[in-house]
């Protein structure tokens, strides 16, 4: 296999996770305008359950068997995938989009920490730190943060590391496959908290549009390309590019739901992408003769 063609794959994943993350970060805005009428959890029920659904009629997984080791990753991914939505959209109700994706991220973080063998990657993972520290605004600001708020934020970062652990053996397993069925668990899980909370106002056909654009941009379209990511590249890289949440975040706080950002909110966003391109352009690639995943 020739250098060429093992950088092509690469360049592909790479390409996947930034445009996963840009559609994330707008269908997360989108879902903010939900909350007034069926709240967090009516939106995460939303998010997952239209996904599924599309999902599901899309890829067709029934057509093809799965072993019992197959189902008991999957469905340890699809949990985490539904925790994760809702924790996170719990989160959204009383801290700002940028900052709890920042506290999200704790969980890929400590990936990337715990996968590191190289002084370049630490150099990485220090920017990235320096990025968060000024993105977070604890110190200046601390009693302005709602605790329970920041706490559920944390807690997706939980269930995001999770994700990442299991996504890629679920990836490895059940192939094309795996956001679909994933997808579905997830929303097994969160749509009766989204009844017991909205009940009869998810009918409503009014939110149906925002409903779609929630499901398609934050789930349906990221995950399936995620995917593309996770099993083309090695845990550490994924965990470490994934930096550039908090920033795409906090750009479309300010595009989308008219949130100021700081001078050094910028500096932050900027130390943060300085810190994922390094580590893009610094990604190991696998000996030649080791075969890429398909």
């Given at each position: 296999?020739?250098p060429g063609s093992t950088a092509t794959p690469i360049a592909l994943a790479i390409g996947a996770?930034?445009?996963?993350?840009?559609?994330?970060?707008?269908?997360?805005?989108?879902?903010?305008?939900?909350?007034?009428?069926?709240?967090?959890?009516?939106?995460?029920?939303?998010?997952?359950?239209?996904?599924?659904?599309?999902?599901?009629?899309?890829?067709?997984?029934?057509?093809?068997?799965?072993?019992?080791?197959?189902?008991?990753?999957?469905?340890?991914?699809?949990?985490?995938?539904?925790?994760?939505?809702?924790?996170?959209?719990?989160?959204?109700?009383?801290?700002?989009?940028?900052?709890?994706?920042?506290?999200?991220?704790?969980?890929?973080?400590?990936?990337?920490?715990?996968?590191?063998?190289?002084?370049?990657?630490?150099?990485?993972?220090?920017?990235?730190?320096?990025?968060?520290?000024?993105?977070?605004?604890?110190?200046?600001?601390?009693?302005?943060l709602d605790p329970v708020g920041a706490l559920y934020a944390l807690a997706a970062g939980v269930?995001?590391?999770?994700?990442?652990?299991?996504?890629?053996?679920?990836?490895?397993?059940c192939g094309a496959d795996t956001v679909t069925l994933g997808t579905m668990i997830g929303a097994?899980?969160?749509?009766?908290?989204?009844?017991?909370?909205?009940?009869?106002?998810?009918?409503?056909?009014?939110?149906?549009?925002?409903?779609?654009?929630?499901?398609?941009?934050?789930?349906?379209?990221?995950?399936?390309?995620?995917?593309?990511?996770?099993?083309?590249?090695?845990?550490?890289?994924?965990?470490?590019?994934?930096?550039?949440?908090?920033?795409?975040?906090?750009?479309?706080?300010?595009?989308?739901?008219?949130?100021?950002?700081?001078?050094?909110?910028?500096?932050?966003?900027?130390?943060?992408?300085?810190?994922?391109?390094?580590?893009?352009?610094?990604?190991?690639?696998?000996?030649?003769?080791?075969?890429?995943?398909?």
């Amino acid at each position: 296999m020739s250098p060429g063609s093992t950088a092509t794959p690469i360049a592909l994943a790479i390409g996947a996770l930034l445009i996963s993350m840009v559609s994330y970060q707008c269908g997360a805005s989108l879902a903010e305008h939900l909350f007034p009428q069926v709240g967090a959890q009516g939106a995460t029920a939303y998010r997952l359950g239209f996904s599924a659904l599309i999902l599901l009629l899309w890829r067709r997984p029934w057509r093809r068997a799965r072993s019992w080791r197959d189902w008991r990753v999957l469905w340890g991914y699809g949990l985490a995938m539904g925790a994760m939505n809702l924790v996170f959209y719990l989160s959204l109700r009383t801290i700002p989009l940028g900052i709890a994706v920042a506290l999200e991220f704790t969980g890929p973080l400590v990936l990337a920490l715990a996968g590191s063998r190289r002084l370049l990657d630490f150099v990485w993972i220090a920017l990235v730190m320096a990025g968060l520290a000024l993105l977070l605004p604890l110190r200046l600001h601390a009693q302005a943060l709602d605790p329970v708020g920041a706490l559920y934020a944390l807690a997706a970062g939980v269930g995001w590391a999770l994700y990442i652990v299991l996504g890629k053996k679920a990836g490895a397993a059940c192939g094309a496959d795996t956001v679909t069925l994933g997808t579905m668990i997830g929303a097994l899980l969160v749509i009766p908290f989204g009844i017991a909370h909205a009940g009869t106002a998810l009918l409503s056909p009014s939110l149906l549009p925002y409903a779609l654009g929630v499901a398609v941009l934050s789930s349906a379209l990221p995950y399936s390309l995620e995917m593309i990511a996770l099993t083309r590249l090695p845990g550490r890289t994924f965990s470490t590019l994934l930096s550039l949440e908090p920033a795409i975040a906090a750009m479309a706080g300010a595009a989308l739901l008219g949130q100021r950002l700081s001078a050094l909110q910028w500096l932050a966003i900027m130390t943060i992408i300085v810190a994922a391109t390094g580590t893009a352009l610094s990604v190991q690639r696998p000996p030649l003769t080791e075969p890429l995943p398909n």
